[in-house]
T-cell receptor
Framework: AQSVAQPEDQVNVAEGNPLTVKCTYS??????LFWYVQYPNRGLQFLLK??????LVKGSYGFEAEFNKSQTSFHLKKPSALVSDSALYFC?????????FGDGTTLTVKP | GAVVSQHPSWVICKSGTSVKIECRSL??????MFWYRQFPKQSLMLMAT?????????EQGVEKDKFLINHASLTLSTLTVTSAHPEDSSFYIC???????????FGQGTRLTVV
């Protein structure tokens, strides 16, 4: 069985500071990893994915994530947070055609 | 990026009635679409995988007779909540997978309220 853990329900950062939203996964093989963002009463928007290749993946809106196979992690990062980044973030793993989502992390960026 | 359109965005219905939610991939063909349910402040729960031209695959615990899924074309999947009850009130989200890029694109979701 595959699983995704987002250990923090809430992350608070000040605008302009770097942010990190953590994600670890468990899967028996080589996974596809994804990050999505959700705004209130909206569907999910794709941010970035890791399939293979370079461990550092760059995505939309200045976000990036680093795949670490030894730590089974795929943390989402941004060098300088914006207030508009405040939203709910989901990490997901896809293996054998099935996607599993983490419980989500609410990011709040304060001015 | 590719667009998935979900309709309606919100719906209020009376107990006992049925509600149909549509999920369309606008600029790509989707052999596979997924239906999720999301409770407030919780993650997405996969309900079923919709396969074009064949029966949907339901996750354990999801009543297939209550949540009817039809995927009649490569761009349209529908979820019908039959004989809806207040406990069916939730946020339903569909996604369609682009097999070429491995990306899954999500609809904007449907807020269903059963009164």
């Amino acid at each position: 069985a595959q699983s995704v853990a987002q250990p923090e329900d809430q992350v608070n950062v000040a605008e302009g500071n770097p942010l990190t939203v953590k994600c670890t996964y468990s899967v028996s093989g080589n996974p596809y990893l994804f990050w999505y963002v959700q705004y209130p009463n909206r569907g999910l928007q794709f941010l970035l994915k890791y399939i293979t290749g370079d461990n550092l993946v760059k995505g939309s809106y200045g976000f990036e994530a680093e795949f670490n196979k030894s730590q089974t992690s795929f943390h989402l990062k941004k060098p300088s947070a914006l207030v508009s980044d405040s939203a709910l973030y989901f990490c997901a793993v896809r293996f054998a055609g099935k996607s599993t989502f983490g419980d989500g992390t609410t990011l709040t960026v304060k001015p | 990026g590719a667009v998935v359109s979900q309709h309606p965005s919100w719906v209020i219905c009376k107990s006992g009635t049925s509600v149909k939610i549509e999920c369309r991939s606008l600029d790509f063909q989707a052999t596979t679409m997924f239906w999720y349910r999301q409770f407030p402040k919780q993650s997405l729960m996969l309900m079923a995988t919709s396969n074009e031209g064949s029966k949907a695959t339901y996750e354990q615990g999801v009543e297939k007779d209550k949540f009817l899924i039809n995927h009649a074309s490569l761009t349209l999947s529908t979820l019908t909540v039959t004989s809806a009850h207040p406990e069916d009130s939730s946020f339903y989200i569909c996604s369609a997978r682009d097999e070429g890029t491995f990306e899954a694109f999500f609809g904007q979701g449907t807020r269903l309220t059963v009164v």
